[in-house]
């Protein structure tokens, strides 16, 4: 008998490259609630708690604002963005 196991893309989230293409995979379908457990699955790739000290927000909002049942505001998801190194750019379509 085989067992499974929850699948968890934090373990593929390897460097700088893997975790920006990741997040562009996910603007690219245009769901904010995917966008934003992005960047919870970047957060918890790169440390939450680090994450926390950088941002001066508690672990527990980021993990309840960074889920797929999170909504943050948009004050939320920019300040995480900078404290993990990560720019929002605008394109024209």
Request: proline letters at 2%; aromatic letters at 6%; a negative charge.
């Amino acid at each position: 008998m085989s067992t499974l196991r929850k699948w968890d893309v934090v373990g593929h989230l390897k460097t700088e490259e893997d975790m920006a293409l990741y997040l562009e995979a996910c603007f690219e379908e245009g769901d904010p609630a995917l966008v934003a457990a992005a960047l919870g699955d970047i957060a918890r790739a790169r440390g939450m708690s680090q994450l926390a000290r950088d941002t001066g927000l508690t672990r527990e909002g980021l993990y309840k604002a960074l889920s797929a049942e999170g909504n943050p505001s948009f004050a939320t998801i920019m300040t995480v963005m900078k404290a993990l190194g990560i720019s929002l750019h605008a394109e024209a379509s």
